[in-house]
């Protein structure tokens, strides 16, 4: 039979504007939360983690914000450029988990010139 | 920096056929992964394996699936009889350790059954 993806989630935005991408997870255990980064061909490249124990996290260029009683996460890309164009997947884990991380569904970011 | 290797990159195999997909961990690794992602899909976990033995495998890694590391350096996955829907990217990935700590993953091979 045909097989149907998910339809991803786009972004579109001007180079230079802020980015905003989401993502709601799914388990309340859940305790340790990464943002990766997917351009086409390639494997997830990691950009940004956060523990439970934070709200907020920041990078170059890039800020986490991580709101437990809603289970969101947020990744924040200041003065988007066009090599920020790309998959982006949030992924959670929980202690003692081994590293099974749960992927979110994705969001496409695409970057205007 | 250091990087996680996979090969091949593209693999195309007849369905009933065995594959060994390949990969090089970033050598002071000790936890190591695969993972797998249908075309438009989820990334999705498949086992992970630490000091000679898997330490956690998913419904998706059944009886037909293998993991070894046959020497100081690969870590491999083994399919004994691949069907169609095997067909995926196959994502290798190791990390310092096992607990809030990022993964970090190679490019991937992706795997077709015909």
């Known amino acids: 039979g045909e097989s149907v993806g998910l339809h991803l989630p786009t972004l579109s935005v001007q180079e230079g504007d802020n980015s905003i991408i989401n993502c709601a997870y799914s388990?309340?255990?859940?305790?340790?939360f990464i943002w990766y980064k997917q351009e086409s061909g390639k494997g997830p490249q990691f950009i940004i983690d956060i523990r439970s124990n934070m709200d907020k996290r920041q990078g170059q260029r890039v800020t986490v914000l991580l709101n437990k009683t809603v289970k969101h996460l947020s990744l924040q890309i200041a003065a988007t450029q066009p090599g920020d164009s790309a998959v982006y997947f949030c992924a959670e884990t929980r202690w003692g988990s081994q590293g099974n991380l749960i992927f979110g569904k994705g969001t496409k970011l695409s970057v205007k010139p | 920096e250091p990087e996680v290797t996979q090969t091949p990159s593209h693999q195309v195999t007849q369905m009933g056929q065995e594959v060994i997909l390949r990969c090089v961990p970033i050598s002071n690794h000790l936890y190591f992964y695969w993972y797998r992602q249908i075309l438009g899909q989820k990334v999705e976990f498949l086992v992970s394996f630490y000091n000679n033995e898997i330490s956690e495998k998913s419904e998706i890694f059944d009886d037909q699936f293998s993991v070894e590391r046959p020497d100081g350096s690969n870590f491999t996955l083994k399919i004994r009889s691949t069907k169609l829907e095997d067909s995926a990217m196959y994502f290798c990935?190791?990390?310092?350790?096992?607990?809030?700590?990022?993964?970090?993953f190679g490019n991937g091979t992706r795997l077709t059954v015909t």
């Open positions: 990935a190791s990390t310092t350790v096992n607990y809030n700590s990022p993964l970090h």
């Open positions: 388990n309340s255990a859940s305790d340790y």
